[in-house]
């Protein structure tokens, strides 16, 4: 594992052929009952592609979003996991939660969690209180479904998830990923302003701050080309610098709180 929680990810491709980033990608985002994206590629336009329909709506509506390295769409409810249309926002129920199970409002899919296959994608979730946690899904037994791998701020957890993650491959052997988290007393003390921006290691949850967004509850996150895609509460579109961890504001959606988004674990890099 390389500093900073960003991981050698030698497995990647059978170990033959190079690594290409993708021409383009997009960033899903979703607020309770409503599916977006983002392709900054194009524009920096918010997309609405459309509201949710399905057995998805039954319930508490999708805490968070993921994308893995196919491509594919994933929402998490308080229900349970749910393969998402990403062009009708049509979803699919494919696991059910038992009852009783925690609710998880930080999810994505994630490379260099497994030592042994390092660029697969494990779909990781954080709890509110700092947990990184694997969902291992389908699982044949029920106790296995959540399993423990650690914490972003141990032993004092004095820095807890703030709203979500996101996983990439930023070049042939490496890949990062970046949390928003807040301090565990709230917004109130010095330096807990707003929400900071920090790489995680992906194998025991660790978070190394890179430093204060000035934004509060930024619930979504995203990576395109060179810089992380943050959606708040507040219904606040940002861009997020990773050297520093300052937030630009983009635009601000009146009525709108974003609950979560995510993209492919191979997006479009800058290089």
Not at 33 to 52: A, H, M, N, R
Not at 63 to 81: K, M, Q, R
Not at 249 to 265: E, H, I, K, P, R
Request: glycine fraction near 12%; aromatic fraction near 12%.
């Amino acid at each position: 594992v390389a500093p900073d929680g960003q991981t050698n990810n030698n497995n990647q491709n059978n170990n033959n052929t190079p690594w290409t980033p993708p021409t383009n990608s997009r960033v899903y985002v979703n607020s309770q009952d409503t599916l977006y994206y983002i392709d900054p590629g194009v524009s920096q336009d918010l997309v609405e592609i459309g509201t949710f329909t399905g057995t998805c709506t039954n319930g508490s509506g999708f805490l968070d979003i993921a994308v893995n390295d196919e491509d594919t769409l994933l929402g998490i409810s308080a229900e349970g996991l749910f393969e998402i249309h990403k062009t009708t926002a049509g979803c699919t129920e494919v696991f059910a939660f038992p009852e009783n199970s925690p609710r998880f409002y930080a999810l994505s899919y994630v490379k260099g969690v497994d030592p042994l296959d390092l660029g697969k994608d494990v779909l990781m979730a954080a709890s509110d209180e700092g947990e990184w946690v694997r969902i291992n899904w389908p699982a044949e037994h029920i106790p296995d479904i959540f399993i423990h791998v650690g914490w972003y701020d141990p032993p004092d957890n004095e820095w807890i998830s703030s709203g979500d993650i996101v996983s990439v491959q930023v070049a042939d052997n490496t890949t990062v990923t970046y949390a928003t988290l807040k301090c565990a007393d709230g917004y109130t003390g010095a330096g807990c302003e707003s929400d900071a921006l920090a790489r995680i290691n992906p194998q025991t949850g660790l978070a190394t701050i890179i430093g204060m967004t000035g934004f509060q509850r930024i619930f979504g996150v995203g990576y395109w080309g060179d810089k992380v895609y943050g959606f708040t509460a507040q219904g606040e579109y940002i861009t997020i610098n990773t050297q520093t961890g300052q937030g630009t504001l983009v635009q601000t959606f009146a009525g709108v709180s974003f609950w979560g988004a995510g993209n492919t674990t191979i997006p479009y890099i800058v290089e």
